[in-house]
Structures are given as C-alpha cells and as structure tokens.
C-alpha cells in the first residue's frame, strides 16, 4: 500500500480537501513551496502516536542524531535543537512547534534557527485515513502529507531547494511507514 515518495496520481476527494485547507501556503518572490504525500499501512492513531511527538524526531527521522528541547514540554510553542547525521549540509536546526491539533492531526513546525540554508521554513503536516482503491485490495490506510515553504537561497533555484526538502520529507515519511507498519503487524500478531 506504499505510494512512491512523490505520489504524482490524483489527489483523492480527501486529499485534495487537505491540501486546500491546511497545505496551500502564501507565497514571496523568493520562496517555494511543494507537497510530499505517503500512504501507511497502519491505523491513523497509531501513525499520529508516533508522529506528534516533537521532543522525539528521532524515532522515525533518519537524518536526526539526536534532540533536545530548549523549551516546553512538546506542546506548541515548544522549541527543540536537532541534531542531524554527519553528511548533510548541517549540523543543527532549532525548530518551534507553532501548532499541534490532535483532534484535527494537524503539526505546523517552523526552523527558525541553525547552521543550514533552510530560512523561514514552516511545514504543516496532516494525517487523514483514506480508502484504497478496489483494484488496490480496498483497505483503509492513513496518508500522511506533508507540505512546507520556504526562502530560495540565494545561490540556489526553487527547484533544487524543492528537490532537497521533498527528498528529505520523503525518507523521512517512508521511515515513518516503515516504523509504524511494523508496530501495527505486532500488534495484530
């Protein structure tokens, strides 16, 4: 039930629905915007378990070394530094939890600090279950989307800084898949 890292088929009612209401971003001159969509094979309350977590990145994002929070208690508001893996253009992010809504599970998270090229970034994450297609086996799964916008470096272009962030978002969704499709088979089991 894995959709590829960018999920280039059309957006289901649902989806689009999502998008228009929490993923459709005010744009400035030097700015850009994209959408990563992953579909899990796992119950949306486990999915959202996981990820609402904002004082542990960690437990599914590949990239993060480790995490520390600076301020509150992973409510919004909260402000965490992360530590990335050796290898990225990177060491640290410092990163402000601006929403959390576990009625409507919903995440916005702006960086608004640290050593990277990533400046005025703030993603909004939702989580919605979906049905699949009857041809694709008619299950329910959970979709996460993931959207964000962000400054253009100065020498970079919208494409490759798009390129960056979907290709980190979309390792960090699969791992995600990974975790909780694993959680969810245990506990069926």
Request: hydrophobic share 30%.
């Amino acid at each position: 039930m894995q959709l590829k890292k960018f999920d280039h088929r059309t957006p289901s009612p649902a989806q689009k629905r999502m998008e228009t209401l929490y993923h459709t971003h005010p744009l400035s001159p030097n700015q850009c915007t994209s959408i990563v969509r992953q579909m899990i094979d796992a119950p949306l309350p486990l999915v959202w378990s996981v990820l609402r977590k904002f004082s542990n990145p960690e437990s599914y994002k590949q990239f993060v070394k480790s995490c520390d929070m600076l301020s509150g208690n992973g409510g919004p508001g909260s402000v965490r530094e992360v530590t990335v893996v050796s290898g990225l253009p990177a060491g640290r992010s410092t990163e402000r939890l601006d929403r959390l809504d576990d009625d409507l599970h919903l995440m916005v998270v702006s960086i608004v600090g640290g050593d990277h090229k990533l400046v005025n970034y703030r993603s909004t994450t939702t989580v919605h279950e979906e049905e699949e297609e009857e041809e694709e086996g008619g299950r329910t799964g959970t979709v996460v989307t993931e959207s964000y916008v962000v400054d253009v470096p100065v020498d970079s272009c919208a494409e490759d800084t798009c390129l960056f962030a979907d290709t980190i978002i979309g390792c960090n969704l699969k791992s995600l898949a990974k975790i909780t499709e694993k959680l969810a088979r245990q506990h069926v089991a």
